[in-house]
């Protein structure tokens, strides 16, 4: 049975960083694209990071870039987000997915398994 589990959510200033963990269990994410998602409140899900499964290209949405990043740690089976200079308009829930390595990254059909999400809030 396939899990993600995501981790490392919570309360920051504006300005802060904080970094989000996903622990996969029944899937090695070196197989799958794993993408980072985030939805506000009263807003659609959107995409928010990408990393191909060999790990060579990420790809970030234009609001965030510059200032997140994703990695994986395949000894880990962990991928990461790390996000700096966060801002008010960053608050939403986030959940990581995995999906086929050659699947549509940019878009919540192209992810098969998801994360439950973890609450991250900026206070201004």
């Known amino acids: 049975q396939v899990q993600l589990v995501e981790s490392g959510g919570g309360l920051v200033q504006n300005g802060g960083s904080l970094r989000l963990s996903c622990a996969a269990s029944g899937l090695t994410f070196s197989s799958y694209a794993v993408g980072w998602f985030r939805r506000a409140p009263g807003k659609e899900r959107e995409f928010v990071a990408a990393?191909?499964?060999?790990?060579?290209?990420?790809d970030s949405a234009d609001s965030v870039k510059g200032r997140f990043t994703i990695s994986r740690d395949d000894a880990k089976n962990t991928v990461y987000l790390q996000m700096n200079s966060l801002k008010a308009e960053d608050t939403a829930v986030y959940y990581c997915?995995?999906?086929?390595?050659?699947?549509?990254?940019?878009?919540?059909?192209?992810?098969?398994?998801w994360g439950q999400g973890t609450q991250v809030t900026v206070s201004s």
């Open positions: 990393l191909t499964s060999s790990g060579g290209s990420t």
């Open positions: 997915a995995a999906g086929p390595p050659k699947g549509s990254y940019r878009y919540s059909y192209g992810y098969t398994f």
